[in-house]
């Protein structure tokens, strides 16, 4: 058996230290993940993705760990994924992450992990669902990203997760802003956390009023807004709730395959992108693009023509 | 004769709007363009290109404004090319710039344009140089690009310009931090505009101290800092005859050479990345990616081996 049939077969039985090591393979773009990968693809596709986005201080780590404990009592294996697309290394609010996820390290059954995704060369599209594949794989039955709402990731993550929620909080002067940026279209649950602070109804109503005006054909997803307090495990039921209801919607409507398919072709697509551009720095070691560029230097090329002949040669 | 070798030949003759309609179909990407490229190729290679970059507020346009008056008096024809990576419009700012341009508007040996490249597929890095050439072939003994130096956008025309002037002015605040974040690598020479504000010399100071941390080996360009009032056109003569200077250095050390390989280089690229992009999304049309997939999520094929399929399908 070789080393990697070893490490699946570990992970499998639920070894975190297998798991642990898989996902580091993933993070680094290790030589050896089509093997990895290959070794375990037959063994994923049924856990539930649940993505949670927001701004910087919504509190997106304590509702996951809220909903941790949450899945925990039912008795479910849980994986969590702190994606953070932009930091080559754990950053530091990371590590006030791990301090609210404490009370979960020392359960065998959640598996919690940090990942940057800047070493892999298809970035977030092609690292993701490899990690969220080694999770599966290793029998979690819910997975739960986590990622900061910021710039293009949390569109990102959207395409990645099968139930995407997307946290606001009053006091952040920019519940309605956010709302306005992508985030309508994005989330399939609403969480207004923190909602024992002022603002928090304000926040409730703009949302309301935005998500009433999205044109809905009969039988398409109505997004929920739920009220919570995730530090004091106020509206975690309604949220468990709210997110069952979308996985029964996802199920009964065709969509959850729908959405699955999307990410497989998003991650086929990134890794192909990534192949095709190895070629093109390749080349930089021999001399053909050289060649090309004083061609067309000498008025003899346009530089169309060398773009094809570029194309037929990385081909 | 077709149109587009009368458009070309018009160009050549002089006519601003022949140019100004090659230069439109340089940014909308037309489908005429490897058409337009191939004619002009044979014409273009021998203007001077000059870069001009640096924060909102230094003086950029004052300064180009300036050089244009500078070259007109030696009786050159000059382009200016305006580039805005970011908007799909000529933005207010350009507005300004073409007030500041106006002295120059009656002159029908200047081209003055602003270029949104957004809209075309190959972006900044394939766009500009195309722009180039347009006005190379028409007979621009000097061409003036003028970016603003924010995110990628100074390294890329860096990497298009024969010559990168940076601008600097005092009391922006930010005279070192611009130096530091990869201004230094940029520049063959810095300006100073504003010398007449308090705190220029400190400016002039802090650039001196940088530019001597910088290894050089003998025979290498020392960069060259220019104090400079140009809305007075003072230290106008100096920053032309800083440019000379370096235009001389180029030509007798090969470094020209080497600047526009790379420069054709970096554009043939930028084109090939497209054309495998645009074969991508054409595979959205039809059910290859979609079967793949499916295969995937079967268990029955691994990500990479699917990726590998695409690339041979668009290859």
Redesign the interface.
């Known amino acids: 058996m070789s080393d990697i049939d070893l490490l699946v077969k570990r992970s499998r039985g639920g070894d975190p230290r297998a798991v642990a090591r898989l996902i580091s393979l993933v993070e680094n773009d290790s030589p050896e993940?089509?093997d990895v990968?290959?070794a375990l693809?037959?063994?994923?596709?049924t856990a539930a993705v649940v993505g949670i986005t927001g701004s910087p201080g919504v509190g997106k780590s304590t509702m996951t760990s809220a909903l941790v404990s949450a899945y925990r009592a039912e008795r479910k294996r849980v994986g969590v994924l702190a994606v953070d697309p932009s930091s080559p290394f754990t950053g530091g609010a990371l590590l006030g992450d791990r301090v609210r996820m404490q009370e979960h390290a020392m359960d065998r059954e959640v598996y919690i992990r940090s990942m940057a995704t800047r070493g892999h060369l298809g970035g977030l599209a092609a690292a993701t669902?490899?990690a969220v594949r080694v999770l599966d794989a290793a029998g979690c039955e819910v997975i739960l990203i986590e990622t900061v709402g910021v710039g293009q990731s949390e569109i990102e993550i959207a395409a990645l997760a099968d139930t995407t929620i997307v946290l606001l909080a009053p006091g952040m002067g920019d519940g309605i802003q956010a709302a306005k940026a992508g985030i309508l279209e994005v989330g399939d649950v609403f969480g207004v956390n923190k909602a024992d602070h002022d603002g928090a109804e304000h926040v409730v109503r703009d949302l309301k009023a935005m998500t009433r005006m999205v044109e809905r054909a009969a039988g398409d997803w109505r997004q929920p807004i739920v009220s919570t307090v995730a530090s004091a495990g106020r509206g975690i039921d309604e949220m468990m709730e709210a997110i069952t209801k979308h996985r029964e919607w996802l199920t009964d409507s065709g969509e959850l395959g729908r959405r699955?398919?999307?990410r497989?072709?998003d991650?086929?697509?990134a890794?192909?992108?990534?192949?095709?551009?190895q070629r093109?720095s390749d080349l930089h070691g021999d001399d053909r693009?050289?060649t090309?560029?004083?061609r067309?230097?000498l008025?003899?090329?346009?530089?169309?023509?060398?773009?094809?002949e570029?194309?037929a040669t990385?081909?």
């Open positions: 993940l089509p990968m290959a693809v037959a063994h994923a596709g669902p490899q699955r398919r999307r497989v072709r991650e086929i697509e890794l192909a992108l990534t192949t095709l551009r093109f693009l050289d090309l560029a004083d067309v230097l008025g003899e090329l346009n530089p169309y023509s060398a773009a094809e570029i194309v990385v081909s």
